[in-house]
């Protein structure tokens, strides 16, 4: 049945157009399944092999968080963990991933020598596995020495008491984001992390030195992290940095009103429709 159904999608030409992301995900997922399945003798064929399973590739930058702004934002952070902070400030002056942050132990810590010692989470060493060091900037420095000298007695790391889940933190972030009035899309550890790299690039850093030090390919770093934005345009063009920051700012607080306007006229919407029920 899914032999007939995969051939009446491919009539279809299906399989030659853009899939979404979530589809060609579970595409590669049955497509492993099957793989496995022909390779066990347990399927004459793999119905999805022709389908297309990678992920598209995107010409969106991602966009750049600006220290000003990151400052904001953890000044709305921690309400109900206050590892929170601790956990952006990884990501944003270390470039850390959100999984490295959340099992980062204080023993990976050398605060003397001013670097992060990150094992290898696997036995297996790949392009993103592998046993590196990161320096630690001074920003980053300075909050480390707080939260170690506020952490309990029998604490493992800095961000030991948050949850596991990456979704849950991202969702902690994005709630964080909007209390402080920033406007953003998509995945903000993602933005931490590509705005870091841009600093050290910025600051004079070999490309390749900087690659190591995150943990990816210099060809991934220019495909996803290192791309021109608005700030780099604006730059270009002889704006300086802080024109373009308040002219976002005013942007931001602009989209907050309309949000609260938004709610506003819900509610009008809503109390005149009740007045005029009998």
Known sequence: QAEDGIRDIGVTGVQTCALPISRRKHVGHAKRLFAWGVAAGLVPLNPFHHLKSAAPKTDKAVPYMTPATFAKLLQHTGIK???????????????????????????????????????????IQ???????????????????????????????????????????????????????????????????????????????????DVCRWLGHDPRVARRHYLRDDDRQMAMAAGLQPSELDRTREELAAARVELERLKSVQIQVQTELQRRKQP
Request: proline share 7%; charged share 25%.
């Open 126 to 208: 790949t392009t993103k596995k592998y046993a590196r060091a990161i320096p630690i900037r001074p920003e980053l420095a300075q909050h480390l020495e707080h939260a170690f000298a506020a952490a309990p007695t029998g604490s493992i790391g800095p961000c030991d008491k948050l949850a596991k889940s990456t979704s849950s933190n991202a969702r902690n972030t994005r709630a964080a984001i909007k209390r402080a009035g920033i406007a953003w899309t998509g995945d903000p550890h993602h933005a931490l992390r590509a705005s870091c790299e841009r600093d050290w690039i910025n600051a004079g850093h070999p490309e390749s």
């Open 81 to 123: 963990a206050k590892q929170h902070p601790t956990l952006l400030c990884l990501c944003r002056w270390a470039g850390l991933r959100l999984s490295e942050a959340l099992n980062l132990r204080w023993q990976d810590i050398d605060l003397h020598r001013r670097r992060i010692n990150l094992p290898n989470p696997s036995s």
